[in-house]
């Protein structure tokens, strides 16, 4: 009897980790790439605003003036890219590309209107909604970031209620408890490892 | 502010596990309740054959009569029934209906041909197919049971290559290494965390 394999085609995947802004994103993110970091690739957003206290150049974002920014979008280097309170906030592609070609899961870090146009461009991207359990937990985690004056706060606020609306749009919601980001990071994990054993996969393109 | 919930609905689930004879399911099923027992529940199906040496009654199976059995036939309490290797299996309604009233997740043992009855019947359940990695495996597991006659082990050989070829209309696949049930387990597990996580959820209905 000839030997037959029985395994499924598998296929690195690229996840799409969104929610409102104050949400965790970040943190959440990073805890991913450190559990498992010879599997998960962290793509790299570039922005043009300045770096905050504890971000780090070429590891949180790449740091960019706006001529640099520009030249990016013409030489269509970027999968998606957007004006974020006043500042450009894109995605370069050739990172996404070469992460995939390395076998690696890729993790996309992305606002809720950035998900948008990536799950377009890439239908088969898995998407997570991260959110708190309530909206007050979320206006109490923008108010402990600290760096925002009232005004900005306010728009902060009423940006990430309308954010919280479109969560019907991702496959997949998961709640960051406060102080327990743990939590969320395993259900990631858990909707990781299940999309590799979907039956039906096609690998991503870009 | 009024502090709304942000909570994606969740509703306990229907898990279908199966695959091939032989391929390992009464372990993976075994282990999954105790890992979890106050959150799943395993559907104890009704059969006419008799026990294996290490099976007992109203836990591996209800061990039931011909009589019996037409009796649960004919008073529609059976989910799916099917003839397998001369007698018959069936699984019983009310166990479901109780155990997901009750807040719990149901796993199904079921084969092949009954997980295709039972994702037509409640076309929102999980399907997971487990299986081995390569077609050797799975005979050499067949022959290891030693449970068999020459013919009926050719008979189960030929049966499991057929239903092998089943597993595209499964949702998930899932490789149950030899020695190492822990490891499918495992996977199990994340296909239902990943499951409860969905933003669109509807109640199973039986």
């Known amino acids: 009897m000839q030997d037959n394999l029985y395994d499924c085609p598998e296929y690195p ?14 943190t959440v993110a990073r805890m991913l790439i450190e559990r498992r970091p010879d599997s998960f690739y962290f793509v790299v957003t570039a922005t043009t605003r300045p770096p905050r206290d504890n971000e780090r150049d070429g590891l949180d974002y790449f740091f960019v003036n706006f001529d640099e920014f520009a030249h990016m979008i013409e030489t269509n280097e970027l ?3 957007a004006i974020v309170y ?3 906030k894109g995605i370069p592609k050739q990172q996404i590309r070469d992460a995939l070609a390395s ?3 890729v ?3 992305v606002d809720v209107q950035g998900a948008a146009t990536v799950r377009h461009l890439i239908p088969n991207a898995i998407s997570v ?11 109490r985690r ?3 970031r600290k760096q925002d004056t009232q005004e900005g ?13 479109r969560l019907a749009e991702f496959d997949y919601c998961v709640v960051n408890p406060e102080g327990r980001p743990e939590v969320a990071v395993e259900r990631v994990l858990s909707i990781i490892d299940a999309a590799h054993c979907r039956t039906h996969q096609e690998p991503v393109r870009l």
Chains 1, 2 share one sequence.
């Open 13 to 26: 995947l690229l996840l799409i980790l969104s929610g409102p802004s104050g949400v965790g994103k970040d």
């Open 129 to 139: 909604f991260l959110t708190t359990r309530t909206e007050g937990g979320l206006v």
């Open 153 to 165: 706060m306010a728009l902060r606020t009423a940006t990430a209620r309308q954010e919280m609306k």
């Open 79 to 81: 999968l998606e890219y």
């Open 86 to 88: 006043n500042d450009y």
């Open 103 to 105: 076998g690696r899961d």
């Open 142 to 144: 923008l108010h402990q």
């Open 107 to 109: 993790i996309l870090r």
